[in-house]
């Protein structure tokens, strides 16, 4: 019985590993202990003004006992433009040190609107099973679960992982197609590559950017949720982000950076 024992462990560990397997990526973009700083704006009445500031931290850490990366970006409105618009968002995500995603959570405040949404995915039996949490607006919590034999990510997993994506022979219009989670289902998605551009950030440098779409699909169509230009090197850092909300537009514009894994090569003299 216990050699039996044994093997079904095994068996089973195989399949995990397998589906887990399935579900990495090498990461070549950055390293734990980056920091990345942003002054966000948001768009009133057809006029741009300083909203607040946002935060991108990424360190090692684990996971119910798995090695793995913790992200965090938190966007903080100032006081003023809580008066026309309230925005606090908070992501957090897990990603295993090979880039399976392992846990997501978005807790976002837009204008009125409160929501939670979380992922859990484990990768038991050979698929990538999720477990999915919802607190609506109104406190109520719904709960799904369901399995796949595909991967699938969500967006701030997906948007590691495509950190280190190697854009060389990607032309304008390009598209990469995956499914993301949140908490109440699975929605076809997509990056869009938009070509390359310069980009000034608040920090009065100049960088060439790579730019990408994430958009997902809505009635039939593919929506632009972020829009963000990355620096055009090896560490691909968020320079400039264009998002779309519920209630209007906001932007982030790089500040400060630092802990980045490799040379920032991206700068324009």
Known sequence: MNKKFLILLLLQSLLIQTALGQCTYKNTAFKSGEYLSYNLYYNWKFVWVKAGTASMSLVRSNYNGIPAYRASLTTRGNRKVDEMFVLRDTLLCYSSADMAPLYYRKGAREGKRYTVDEVFYNYKGGKCNVRQHRQHNNGEHTWIQNSYDDCIFDMLNMFLRARSFNPDGWKKG???KFPIADGDGRTPAQLRYGGKSTIKAD?????????????????????????????????????????FLRFGAAKAFLVGMSGQRNPITSIVK
């Open 174 to 176: 390009y598209i990469l």
């Open 203 to 243: 920090n009065g440098v100049k960088y060439r950017c790579l730019q990408l779409s994430y958009m997902e699909l809505e009635k039939g169509k593919y929506k632009e949720i972020v829009r963000f230009y990355i620096t055009d090197d090896q560490n691909h850092i968020p320079v400039r982000l264009d998002m």
